[in-house]
């Protein structure tokens, strides 16, 4: 009995320990996820009522906006988001990005060229329950796998996507903080607006300042605001109910919605424009995702977020009907007298919270662009030692602070900046809306007939929305569109110039059969210590290899073709991120090995990467030993054979490996380099704090019987050359257009991506390579 009751408590401890992150993670996600949600009755009615619609203050009017904003609210953000969108998370990420990297790996849609067979056996690869290659529509699949311009299509419209949201980081910022710190004016009647406008910059630049913090410290800090925030307006709507019109429930038919349009007609559309900003920030639940899980942001949602902006509206519209004339300043109107101070105090922190929430789906966004090619590279920065994920941008932050405050100076008017936001948030959640229609077909396995029923019922009202903010661009909407340009450009002309890049090398790989013809020499000096060859080729030999012994014929004794690139999964297992393969014969000393990283892992310095290395070939030497097909002839037709190495488990190692102190041990080994070199070596190790700290071992081949003569050989060659040193080889590229290239092609190649390359971080600061270790060869590419 006592045995039976110890199992039932252990069965109860992992399932309350589960609801407690569950209610901890929904607790955090109110300061990152809802903040722009639950701040949008700050500037919807006001928004709404702005244009020709103040034509129409009346009774009857204010029911068909509150069943509009009831309706709308209920369909996007609930149905869609909440119910059916989240369930579309790549291993817990979401986003345009997550949706786009999920297709293309249960599709072959991806331009990204650098992929192999040997990705798709990541356990992370397929969802589970799924069968590749399997499902409804396959003719739907070949059309768009043939077509290289409908993927070219599919990518644009992702970036587009992408783009929309970083615009979103802009203007969310300045309409949220604007319209919180214009209550100021209800009371203080004599503050000018320029005023306000300038305590609004001030209020945005200290939230960028905060940015470095990390978003679970934010979090912490904003989630209790926010909390507060909710139960107040949810109070105050409740208050406004019973107080003005407890009829007001009565708006929540659709019968007012369809009497608003046969009433006001034309200026009732234009004035969609303003409704649409109840979901805005909708978007940022499924974007922030990878910070949090589906669960808990259902959970704060349903439970907290649903009814408190429900209860707003309706006691909003309640004071609306009876109090039209007080449209401009209406929500601060709605607060009673004795509480308006707090409440306008928490409102102004409340709108700091909500541009958190965009702010940290852009990082998120901008981590994905890059890790899938689609962005220049960018300083990353890893904020949490516990939640993985949780990132800080340093250049994307004061890019977006600039851009906001200009905004805010420039349009000065909540009006203005809310026609902008709401061609952006539309334009996000279409591009969700399509891509969730073809997760529907490729991924979820479903009926074609689902996903047009998807498609028509969402893109149908979230086309009619668009419609109406579309006719605002001369109004500020044209904001929106120019940041999306700009941004896509980028995006798409750094993605066009790797991918130029990646098929020059793949058109000017060096062939085996000269690399053979050369002996185990390969022609030149054999000099001690690795050479580790950067590449982003995944079979053959790179052309800046030839390039380098042409000029330079001496090579390091061991060669290792050093792949490190993204595959489209969110986080590849330290397990299986090291695949590791032969090149030539095994007396040649030249391997090859890839490292996989997923688009949400974060490359940090790490000082074990060479030992990891040298580990890793040595486990593959064993397991090439071991396999008996191992004995036969060299054959150039399998030198992209490759083995996953796992690096966790040390005890399957055919090396000991030991920590050593002082430079006494490593000066009585045979090394290439010299005295004075040396000596350089030591001062750089003292000055660099982050290279001293670095683990020194010293690895060891074991006196073991069943280990073969040339495997040992092997081993104690790969172990000299380690401790020898180890030399960082990468190419310094120039790309330029070929004279043949069209004009477009010339700028893409010759202006835009040569600015972009010139002005971002270099790989091999991206990469963590040592300086003193680094030679850079110069390459001019042709494309």
Not at 224 to 230: A, E, G, T
Not at 347 to 360: D, E, F, H
């Amino acid at each position: 009995m006592d045995a039976e009751a110890g199992v039932a408590g252990a069965d109860q401890l992992p399932r309350r320990q589960y609801y407690m992150n569950l209610l901890l993670l929904a607790y955090q996600s109110f300061g990152v996820v809802y903040g722009d949600l639950s701040t949008s009755p700050l500037y919807v009615y006001k928004s709404t009522f702005s244009g020709k619609l103040s034509q129409y203050q009346d009774e009857e009017t204010v029911f068909g906006v509150l069943s509009l904003i009831f309706w709308t609210f209920t369909l996007i953000p609930l149905l869609k988001y909440v119910t059916i969108v989240l369930s579309a998370d790549d291993n817990g990420e979401g986003g345009p990005f997550a949706l786009y990297s999920l297709l293309c790996r249960h599709a072959k849609l991806s331009l990204l060229p650098n992929q192999q067979a040997a990705d798709e056996e990541l356990s992370s690869y397929y969802r589970n329950g799924f069968a590749p290659r399997n499902g409804s529509s396959p003719w739907l699949r070949r059309f768009l796998e043939k077509h290289k311009k409908m993927r070219t299509v599919l990518l644009l419209i992702v970036l587009c996507g992408a783009s929309m949201v970083i615009g979103d980081g802009v203007l969310t910022p300045a309409i949220s903080v604007l319209s919180s710190m214009s209550g100021l004016q209800v009371r203080a009647t004599g503050l000018e607006h320029s005023s306000v406008v300038l305590l609004s910059c001030i209020v945005l630049v200290g939230l960028f300042a905060l940015q470095h913090r990390g978003t679970q410290k934010v979090a912490f800090m904003f989630a209790p605001i926010v909390i507060i925030w909710l139960l107040s307006i949810g109070g105050i709507g409740l208050y406004n109910i019973l107080h003005w019109n407890p009829n007001i429930y009565q708006a929540l038919s659709p019968y007012y919605m369809v009497e608003f349009f046969r009433k006001t007609g034309k200026d009732g559309w234009i004035a969609l424009g303003g409704i649409l900003l109840s979901m805005t920030g909708s978007e940022a639940m499924f974007a922030d995702l990878g910070h949090f899980t589906s669960a808990s942001v259902r959970v704060a949602f349903i439970t907290v977020i649903y009814p408190c902006l429900i209860l707003q509206y309706m006691g909003h519209a309640a004071f609306l009907s009876k109090n039209t004339f007080h449209m401009p300043t209406s929500f601060y109107d709605t607060i009673p007298e004795p509480v308006f101070w707090p409440v306008f105090v928490v409102a102004t922190l409340a709108a700091v919270v909500g541009s958190q929430a965009v702010i940290s789906a852009t990082f998120s966004i901008v981590k994905q662009c890059h890790a899938l090619g689609c962005f220049p590279r960018v300083k990353v920065v890893h904020t949490s030692r516990w939640i993985y994920g949780q990132i800080y941008i340093p250049e994307i932050n004061w890019i977006l602070m600039v851009l906001c405050v200009a905004v805010t100076i420039a349009f000065r008017d909540t009006t203005l900046i809310g026609n902008a936001y709401g061609i952006a948030c539309m334009t996000v959640m279409l591009v969700t809306t399509f891509l969730m229609a073809l997760i529907i077909i490729f991924v979820w396995q479903r009926n074609i007939i689902f996903a047009l029923v998807f498609l028509v019922f969402f893109g149908s009202i979230e086309a009619v929305y668009l419609s109406s903010s579309l006719m605002k661009v001369p109004q500020g909407g044209w904001v929106p569109l120019v940041l999306a340009f700009i941004f896509m450009s980028v995006m798409y002309i750094w993605h066009y110039g790797l991918r130029r890049k990646y098929q020059f090398d793949l058109q000017n790989k060096v062939s085996m059969r000269s690399i053979l013809s050369l002996g185990p020499s390969l022609g030149i000096v054999r000099v001690p210590g690795i050479g580790l060859i950067y590449t982003e080729l995944v079979t053959g030999v790179p052309s800046i290899f030839s390039h380098f012994v042409t000029n330079l014929p001496a090579f390091h004794e061991v060669l290792v073709f050093l792949c490190v690139k993204s595959v489209p999964v969110p986080y590849v297992s330290p397990d299986e991120r090291y695949l590791v393969g032969r090149i030539g014969p095994k007396e040649y000393r030249m391997y090859r090995c890839i490292v996989r990283y997923g688009y949400k892992d974060v490359q940090r310095d790490d000082d074990n990467f060479e030992n990891m290395l040298v580990m890793s070939i040595a486990k593959f030497i064993m397991m090439e030993a071991e396999d008996a097909s191992s004995s036969a002839s060299y054959d150039i037709a399998n030198e992209g054979r490759m083995a996953v190495i796992t690096t966790t488990d040390a005890s399957g190692s055919p090396l000991a490996m030991r920590d050593f102190n002082g430079l006494a041990d490593s000066m009585t080994t045979r090394s290439s380099k010299s005295e004075s070199l040396r000596s350089l070596q030591s001062s750089y190790e003292q000055e660099s704090p982050s290279v001293s700290r670095r683990r020194r071992v010293r690895f060891e081949v074991p006196e073991e019987d069943d280990m073969g003569q040339q495997v040992k050989e092997e081993l104690m060659a790969l172990v000299e050359a380690k401790h020898a040193g180890v030399a960082y080889i990468m190419g310094h590229s120039y790309i330029k257009a070929r004279r043949s290239s069209s004009f477009l092609k010339k700028f893409a190649i010759d202006v835009g991506y040569s600015f972009l390359r010139k002005n971002c971080r270099g790989p091999s600061v991206t990469l963590h390579i040592p300086h003193i270790s680094l030679i850079e060869v110069g390459m001019i590419y042709y494309v």
